[in-house]
């Protein structure tokens, strides 16, 4: 071996060497650090939910049946005082064209007037299509009553529709349409970004590990003493006091990287859809289960009871219903895991459904098995 190594040049050498520790460091897991940016985020720079009612126009009569929704009439009715157009009293409109509407969009921290956002549109009527509509002008409003945008424009549908004779074919969903820039940005909302020289950062996910390696991140970068945690979510930053020096600052602090914790062991169970999901560290520890399928099948037939010959019985309708139960066998089943994969292989050798699962891990949880936080939605 000695005289193989002696024969091969050194500048080959010097790349069997890369290659190799190369191969050593694939083996190794790699730690993923994240940015603080996706960790946490400066409190105060949120979106503000905003919500409008409009009407949409110029639909080729899907619009709503004015006798059901007798708000559409009238909110037409008073649009069309406002522009100069008196109606006769008593008039009585049947629109098929016009479709009453909800606006809704989210105004972006750092909006300035004449900024443009998308807006979605939603019908609250019986409109069957809000496809080649024109929405109206209509000023969106904040959870205090201002107005900080208004909305117009035509109205785009993802979906299609068709019907004939009865039978109908639709594809995707024609009541909720999007305008893109369909809104206008009226009034500004204040956002304050460190006013009193300091900023405070939020965790996402409130974690004491995480915040305080956040923090020794920011003391290592910039200097000891900048960040101080508050508690388990929020960390105080001292920040300069120039916006354009305050703004640098806070693109150098987010864009270090941090190694985060670990994720608690959960499993969620949405009991509407049986949707079961675990992250990878749940584990169960050592327990015996037996699951069985228990089924009552109820059959009804109809028994008709007929009156003898020259009788003045009646024909009389009855039923006759048969009880029936069904239990298979559950099989006493060990299981056991140190992993995600474990317990997967472990529940689905019982056969286990999804829906099965939900009394499974309750039962689990409950004789202190699973070890993780079960949480149902």
């Given at each position: 071996m000695r005289d193989f190594l002696l024969m091969i040049s050194p500048r080959r050498l010097?790349?069997?060497m890369v290659l190799l520790l190369l191969l050593l460091a694939a083996t190794i897991a790699p730690v993923h650090a994240q940015r603080i940016k996706d960790l946490a985020a400066v409190q105060g720079v949120r979106s503000n939910q905003l919500i409008g009612y409009g009407l949409v126009v110029g639909l080729d009569g899907t619009g709503d049946q004015t006798t059901q929704t007798p708000f559409t009439v009238q909110s037409l009715t008073t649009m069309l005082s406002q522009l100069g157009v008196t109606l006769p009293p008593g008039a009585s409109l049947q629109l098929k064209n016009v479709a009453a509407v909800m606006i809704?969009?989210?105004l972006p921290p750092f909006a300035t007037p004449g900024q443009a956002i998308d807006v979605t549109v939603s019908s609250i009527g019986n409109a069957k299509?809000?496809?080649g509509g024109t929405l109206l002008l209509t000023p969106l409003k904040g959870a205090?009553?201002?107005?900080y945008a208004v909305a117009q424009g035509n109205v785009l549908v993802g979906g299609v529709g068709a019907a004939a004779g009865g039978s109908s074919v639709q594809v995707n969903h024609l009541s909720v349409g999007r305008i893109s820039g369909g809104a206008t940005v009226e009034r500004a909302v204040p956002t304050p970004l460190g006013g009193d020289g300091d900023i405070h950062l939020g965790v996402h996910n409130s974690d004491f590990t995480t915040t305080h390696r956040i923090v020794d991140a920011i003391n290592s970068h910039v200097g000891a003493g900048t960040a101080a945690a508050v508690d388990g979510r929020t960390i105080r930053v001292s920040a300069p006091?120039?916006?354009?020096?305050r703004v640098a600052f806070l693109a150098r602090i987010e864009g270090l990287e941090v190694q985060a914790a670990a994720a608690r062991a959960r499993v969620i169970v949405n009991a509407r859809t049986g949707s079961v999901v675990m992250n990878q560290a749940v584990s169960v520890d050592i327990c015996a289960v037996a699951h069985g399928n228990l089924s009552v099948v109820i059959t009804t037939e109809?028994?008709?009871s007929q009156p003898g010959p020259f009788s003045a019985g009646q024909t009389v309708q009855a039923e006759r219903s048969q009880v029936e139960i069904r239990q298979d066998k559950g099989l006493l089943t060990m299981v056991?895991?140190?992993?995600l994969g474990d317990v997967v292989k472990a529940l689905n050798a019982i056969g286990a459904t999804p829906q099965d699962l939900l009394a499974i891990l309750q039962a689990?949880?409950?004789s202190g098995a699973l070890r993780a936080e079960l949480e149902i939605i």
């Open positions: 010097a790349a069997l809704t969009t989210m299509s809000l496809r205090d009553g201002q107005v006091q120039a916006a354009g020096e109809p028994v008709i056991r895991g140190a992993n689990m949880k409950a």
